[in-house]
């Protein structure tokens, strides 16, 4: 038990990255079996806002599309409204966005802290809503947003989610669990359980079965790993899974992530 401790103390100070890069050489089109074709330029503006007082600091940042295939502007823009649990109509002008992802923000937070106010006082703190909607990679194939929230409520520490989604630039095609196939196989179990021994092993290189079993939460079997709540997304250097806070593991572990090379994950996605 104190070895899973140190593991995960250690975690929680430097948790492995996972980001892609934007317009990295080369493509994975072939290996994915996605059809390269001559498309209209993709383009974004990066487009924020902050408000803050003593109650509540809200802060949106959006790399807000602006050019390239119809279908997959007007998909990504649906896509942002969702994110920011805004109506879709919104999204169709930048300032109407940004405005109303603020109003959503206090809508939602501010009824809280007002409860907590009334049991603390002045020492009530400040709450936060944040978000980063940004344009985590793209290719000639495929454009992959990744949406960062973080929150505070009250209590000993806040909370943050990590998601990523990739969008086919060719028709607009998400990626997601449907694009996928024999993730029950033991094929892709053992990417899973090799994947968190390369995120956890690498704060310590001698881990074993029982000591991973020992850090994760709710895992019965070592052999059988639940997959994350979200689908990964692609980057050049290959896809990226990534479990949130609490679904897999303590919160001193962080976010549980990992890349598994194309070679390795291609046969389990199921053809266009």
């Known amino acids: ?147 960062t929230y973080e929150e505070y409520q009250g209590g000993a520490h806040g909370g943050y989610v990590i998601t990523g989604t990739t969008f086919y630039k060719s028709d607009a095609r998400r990626l997601d669990w449907s694009s996928f196939k024999n993730t029950s196989s033991k094929a892709f179990q053992k990417i899973l359980k090799d994947g968190l021994y390369d995120y956890f092993g690498e704060y310590d290189k001698g881990m074993t079965d029982a000591d991973l079993k020992d850090i994760l939460i709710s895992v019965d079997d070592i052999n059988n790993i639940p997959r994350p709540q979200f689908a990964p997304y692609l980057t050049p250097r290959g896809m990226v899974f990534t479990y949130q806070q609490y679904e897999i593991a303590a919160y001193a572990a962080g976010l549980p992530s990992f890349i598994v090379p194309y070679e390795k994950i291609s046969s389990f996605l199921k053809k266009p």
């Open 1 to 147: 038990m104190r070895k899973t401790l140190l593991i995960l103390a250690i975690v929680c100070a430097a948790i492995m990255s996972c980001n892609g890069g934007k317009n990295a050489a080369g493509s994975d089109a072939d290996t994915l079996g996605v059809d390269s074709q001559q498309l209209a330029p993709f383009t974004y503006d990066s487009i924020s806002i902050e408000k803050k007082d003593t109650a509540l600091e809200i802060s949106i940042r959006v790399d807000y599309p602006t050019g390239g295939p119809h279908e997959l502007v007007d998909t990504l823009l649906n896509f942002i409204a969702d994110e920011l649990h805004v109506a879709r109509k919104d999204a169709k002008d930048k300032k109407k966005l940004l405005n109303a992802a603020v109003e959503k923000g206090r809508e939602l937070m501010l009824p809280n802290r007002e409860e907590q106010l009334e049991f603390m006082g002045a020492e009530t703190p400040t709450y936060y809503y944040n978000y980063n909607v940004k344009v985590e990679t793209e290719t000639e194939d495929y454009v992959t947003y990744t949406v």
